[in-house]
Each structure stands twice: as structure tokens, then as C-alpha cells.
């Protein structure tokens, strides 16, 4: 049977899908093997979320064709969906497979049932001992001025519970402690199928074998109270860890942008998270926060509108990007674009004011004995793992520890 390597760029949700599309070559008779080896074929899991994102997935794929000029490749993701004939006109490439066509990318000699067109092709991550990223939603309706997904991955769908808590089973039955719930709008999760985020979280809390769930890429105003409320008194699977999109701490973006709330209801939801979830003897809780500067009409004083709503709600971190400008969004036509210089000063100006939050949140933890989950690596004779609000500690490597959550003081 042929060999075949596998190249991912991008997002945990690429990476979930590139996973699986290893399990399913594999099941049908394929040999996976590393890039770094010479393949009868390689397949490249695209990334389209900004320009530069789009010429690394062709520069990857010149460096491919260029390394083994044989080989056939098979490309997906964002960029093979948003730029196909681009890419299709690449040396080297064989086929590539759109956001609907993600099914057809292993052979059907798996046996697996195909994936149907209102749902997500089911996904999730092998690899690592301790984590695991499942895919339970794909896609998107907000239809942001700023951003290309739903034309890159298509309008919201999601995985079937059933089918959630079977790839879950399967991630327990590898050893598998902790699961990061991924999606492109995770808490939209439902729309496809009738059901609702919340009955997710309640069937996938009683998966026996999983002892961690986080939560990634929920949209404020898809969090309910519904949901902090039960995490809080009866989901304790579920952490104290929550990655939510801000994108801007200024109103009048928000709204020119497109986004579903303003900062005030943002800051009450972040607070509304505090009182249910923190308390005496429980953790902080640590929140994400994804911000980007230089939208379109983003003045200096605009700007600061957003470094003082950062300072007031003080996250634990801020994954700060730079706006890219993106044909075919309304916001890449509006006027106010700015420079890449004061891009890049902004960036900085956000990237200080993080390891500042960071660093504070890090010290109210010193002193608290939290669980902490081990992974496998060896550095230079140390392991490290993550408390249950995401807190990264390191101890002397034991092989005892690896895999097991236990109590250590920060």
C-alpha cells in the first residue's frame, strides 16, 4: 500500500482533523510516515485566517513538491477551500478537498459511514497521552465584517451528541485524561442537529475514563447563565479555564464589526463566571481572551478604549493578532485602514500589558494547592503539567506521575 505524510498548519481544529485523517489511512492500509521522510504521497491541512497564513500553506507546499517532486499531494483546510484554483495550479499537487469535501479525503476502503452534509466531519487528536482536541462544531453564520470563515468552513454545524461521547469514549480507552472541546463557534453547538451545548457537556461529563474538559472559542453571549450555573454546582469534569473572543474593548467596533455585544454585557459575563465559580478554597478562574488590533476605523483613541476594558477586566491572557485584511470581507472595503507600523506598535502594546495580567494571576495562585495533570515529556530531567485553571508547573521527571492528576502547591 502507498505511504503517505502529513502537514498541518493552523488552528487545534486542523489539527483534530489531520489526526483523524491518520487513523483512517491507516485503517484502510496505508503506511504514515514522517514529512521528513520521502512519501508517495503528503497531505497539507491548510490555514487561511490571515495573508501570511495563505502563503505559508503555498510555500509549504512548494517545499514538499520541491523535496520529493514524485510525490503526489492531497490538500484540505481553509486556504485549499478559499484559494482552490490557486492552489490546484501548484506543482506537485494531485487533489484538493474543500470544506465540504473533508469526508472524501480517506479512501472509503475504512468502512466508516459517511459523514452527513448538515453535520461536521467528526474529529479529534491522537498523539499526545494526556490531552486530546475534540471537534464537536464546525463553522460559522455570524458572518463578522472582518472575517473569512464561514466562507471557509461553511455555516454552523455540529457532531451529533452520540457521536461526541463515542469519540470520547475512544480517547478514554486510550488513557486519555483530559479533553479540550473544540469548534470554530463551539457554543453554537446544536444548530444543525436540534440539540444544545448543555446537553453536551451533561452526556460528555459522563464519559467514565475523562477527567478534564475545557471549553474553547465560546462566544460571550453563547455562554448562558444555564451553563455557569451547572458547571458550577454539578459539572466539576468541566475546568476553570474558559477561551472566549473579545476581538476589540471598544463599542463602536464591536457594532461596525458585526459582534453580537458590547463590553458591558462582556464584562458581566466574565464577572457572572467569577461569583459561580470562584470562592474559598477554589481556583481562579482563567480566561482567554482574544483580541485584535487595527480594525478598520481603530484611532488612537479607540485603541485606548480597549487597553482600559482590558486593564478593568484583567484576563489571564490576551492572544493578541494583528487585523488582516481579507478579500471579500465587507471590512477590507472600509475606509480608516490601518498602518502596519501602528499595527505592530498595538500588538506590542498588548503582548506587555498580557505577561503584566499573566504574571498577576499567576502570583494570586502562588501558595494554593491545586491538581495538576502530568504529561509524558522529559526536559532536561523535568516534567510539567497544567493546574486546573491553567497554570503550567514543573517538578523533577517521575514516570509515576505522567498521565495522573495530583495535588501540588503552586
Known sequence: MPSIAFLTLGCKLNYAETSTYERGFKAAGWEAVSPKEKADYYLVNTCSVTATSDAKSRNLIRKVHRLNPDARILVTGCSAQLRRSEIEGLE???????????????????GAPMAEKKNAFAAYSTGE?????????????NYCAYCTVPYARGESRNVPICECVRNAEAIAAQGVKEI????????????STGESFLGLLMALHKVDGIERYRISSIEPNLLTQEIIDWIASE????????????????DELLEKMGRHYNTEFFAQKLESIRLAMEGPGKPEVFFGIDVMVGLPGETEDLFEKTL?????????????????????????????QVDERIKA???????????????????????????????SKDKDGMMSGYTSNYIRVSKPFDKELVGRIVEIIV
Do not use: W
Open 92 to 110: 506537485g499537487v494531485f487533489r484538493v478537498f474543500g470544506a465540504e469535501e473533508k469526508e472524501n479525503v480517506v479512501p472509503e476502503t475504512t
Open 345 to 375: 506598535e498595538r500588538v506590542a502594546a498588548l503582548e506587555s500589558l498580557c505577561r503584566e495580567l499573566h504574571g498577576e494571576f499567576e502570583k494570586r495562585n502562588v501558595g494554593k494547592t491545586l491538581p495538576v495533570l502530568f504529561e
Open 180 to 191: 479540550v472541546l473544540t469548534g470554530v463557534n463551539t457554543g453554537d453547538f446544536g444548530r
Open 308 to 336: 482600559l476594558f482590558l486593564k478593568r477586566i484583567r484576563p489571564a491572557f490576551i492572544h493578541v493578532f494583528p487585523y488582516s485584511r481579507r478579500p471579500g470581507t465587507p471590512a477590507a472595503q472600509m475606509p480608516g
Open 235 to 250: 459539572g466539576r469534569k468541566f475546568q476553570p479555564h474558559f477561551h472566549i473572543p473579545l476581538q476589540t474593548g471598544c
Open 129 to 141: 497521552r494526556t490531552r486530546s482536541f475534540l471537534k464537536v462544531q464546525d463553522g460559522c453564520c
